[in-house]
Nanobody
């Protein structure tokens, strides 16, 4: 069982910046790590993810404002700039292992952007 520990998030005014970090309890066989977000009543959506080869993928609404980085084999960070009220959500760290179909999720970190 892989554990994901999230840190960061919080509250900020529109145009501000926040940073999220996620560390996995396992360092090997990681296929992708990334962030999804969810607001009540809506489906969870991709924010950004990075593959073991270093390829980053972003959701359309955050492209150009958010940057995902792999700080270590088992740690990622998400730098969120020029935040907007519509970025308000619970952000979940996500991990998939190579050859394993299970999705691993963190406990969620709240990001609130006020106008």
């Amino acid at each position: 069982q892989v554990q994901l520990e999230e840190s960061g998030g919080g509250s900020v005014q529109s145009g501000g910046s926040l940073r999220l970090s996620c560390t996995a309890s396992q360092r090997h066989s990681i296929d992708t790590m990334g962030w999804f977000r969810q607001v009540p009543g809506k489906e969870r959506e991709l924010v950004a993810q990075v593959s073991r080869g270093g390829r980053a993928t972003y959701g359309e609404s955050v492209r150009g404002r958010f940057t995902i980085s792999m700080d270590a084999k088992n740690k990622i960070s998400l730098q969120m700039n020029n935040l907007k009220p519509e970025d308000t959500a619970t952000y979940y760290c996500h991990l998939k292992l190579v050859f394993v179909s299970t999705n691993y999720w963190g406990q969620g970190a709240q990001v609130t952007v006020s106008s």
